[in-house]
């Protein structure tokens, strides 16, 4: 192991210990140019919001925008300072599996069931269908293309911010909390969803689209909700500390 590499502390028994974690000067630039990239894409989808619910205001009935207002809230987060914790563990797993639940809930609708829906949609709003299709592709794919490669880079920030366990050696009191952030994981995005459908609105009424069916498609977002919700607890569930302890 290359000591350059390595940051020195003591416990609270005076003993050396040499962490593999903990910030060195190159790891501080990262985070630090990693936060002002994550400030620009947070302005940036801040920015299409305010634009397009200012150009089109009906927008605001649309359950993709509902989603999109939640990565912007997320995107505002910083993943290095433990004062976002309860905002992070709030928002970040909303908006990565409901990033999912959305895109893959689109790809359904609007291009499986109801192929000439984006021709119509350019149609009816003046758009050309390249203009439709890259909108399209903006507000459902690009949300959760992000999200992955933001867990990516941060995977350990992102871990000691949720620290979720999951491990046979915890207390109750840890199984618990570790619990509800499960929980949470799984369910938050559903009840956006049915937040929405209670608000009044409907897939035909918002979207226009006739061709489906609640008794199946319900059902399929939920499978989506579960498998990415759980590949996210996964990803983000926190490994052991790694140290060497010396002059033990």
Not at 11 to 20: C, I, M, W
Not at 151 to 164: P, Y
Request: aromatic letters at 16%; proline letters at 4%; charged letters at 15%.
């Amino acid at each position: 192991m290359n000591s350059s590499n390595l940051a020195f502390h003591e416990d609270q028994n005076g003993q050396s210990l040499y962490y593999s974690d903990l910030p060195i000067r190159s790891q501080i630039l990262r985070d630090k140019y990693r936060f002002y990239g994550r400030k620009i894409i947070f302005y940036l989808y801040l920015a299409y919001f305010i634009t397009a619910i200012e150009l089109f205001p009906i927008l605001l009935t649309n359950l993709t925008f509902w989603a999109w207002l939640v990565h912007t809230l997320y995107w505002e987060t910083d993943l290095a300072n433990s004062k976002h914790n309860i905002f992070i563990k709030i928002l970040h797993p909303l908006s990565f599996v409901l990033s999912f639940v959305v895109m893959i809930t689109s790809i359904i609708l609007l291009i499986i069931l109801n192929p000439e829906f984006i021709a119509n949609r350019a149609e009816l709003e003046g758009h050309s269908i390249v203009f439709a299709w890259f909108l399209n592709i903006l507000i459902h794919w690009i949300p959760p293309i992000m999200l992955v490669f933001d867990l990516i880079l941060h995977k350990e920030h992102i871990r000691k911010r949720h620290r979720i366990f999951l491990s046979r050696r915890n207390n109750l009191k840890t199984w618990i909390k570790d619990g509800v952030k499960v929980f949470w994981c799984v369910v938050s995005p559903m009840i956006l969803v049915a937040t929405w459908f209670g608000a009044g609105f409907t897939i035909q009424g918002v979207y226009g689209v006739t061709n489906y069916n609640l008794s199946y498609l319900i059902p399929s977002m939920c499978a989506v909700d579960m498998i990415v919700a759980f590949f996210f607890i996964w990803v983000v569930r926190k490994k052991p500390d790694s140290y060497i302890r010396l002059n033990s």
